[in-house]
């Protein structure tokens, strides 16, 4: 493991040098967040789509790390209720991108380079993403602990050439993660990376509707390291920085994730041996 690397993620897990504006959407027709950079041209731009039961608001903090770090970061508000049209959040990202490319920003001030687009997402909406990202050519595609959708995105991924990022958690062969899946079927080069001890929806922030009954809660250090991960991947992939290029090589070692091999056959835990069930095996 590099000192550099760890060196690197600390501060990119921290908020990064730019003043954040926050705007509305609203304004252009669509619902939802828009966070900017106080000042800059041809800035590049993430759309971001939240996850099951979730809205914008939830990612506040994930999305104004980003636009610390000097993207443009907007956020569609939509199809937020219990069932909703995984393609129509797919059609709101790509509106979202039409929108913050065409339309002026700030005080005129801030403008969106065509070719540095980012698909983003989070579980159902990284999913969503990835819909998105079969339909358009972008720079990069960040999925945040996918989940599975309808269409599935699994079988979108061997269109997509775009490079990507799957970030997982410990449920990487649960019946809630598409990740291996989705890196295994990806087209382009693709990154499948694991967050020690993460939860699926650990960086949902603020109080969450089924967080009483266990479906997840936020988790400071997942939220903080999947930060720092998105943002070192992102400058390297979609601004060229080369001194963040560890964060798209996947034979880097990064502090507290491991990267794993989507095609690997999932691990299985062997079944123990009790007094009882050995028992039984002498009684056949």
Known sequence: MSASVKSLLSTLSVRGPHRVLRGNLAIAGLPGVIFTPETGRDLPAVAFAHSWLTSADNYKGLLEHLASWGFVVAAPDTERGPIPSHLELATDLLTTLDIVTKVRLGDGTISVHPDRLVLAGHGMGAGCAVIAAAQRSVAAVTALFPAPTSPSSVKLAAQIDTPGLVLVGDDLDSAN????????????????????????????????LFAALGAGHY????DKLTRGLTTGYLLNTVLG??????????????????????HDEPETETPKLTIGTVAKLLRK
């Open 219 to 222: 988790e400071y250090k997942v």
């Open 241 to 262: 920085d080369k001194r963040y290029a560890a964060f798209a090589d996947p034979e880097a070692e990064i502090p507290n994730t491991k990267v794993i091999d989507a």
């Open 177 to 208: 993660s598409d990740a291996r899946a989705l890196a295994a079927d990806w087209a382009g080069p693709v990154i499948l990376r694991q967050l020690d001890g993460a939860g699926h929806n650990g960086i949902i922030e603020g109080r969450r």
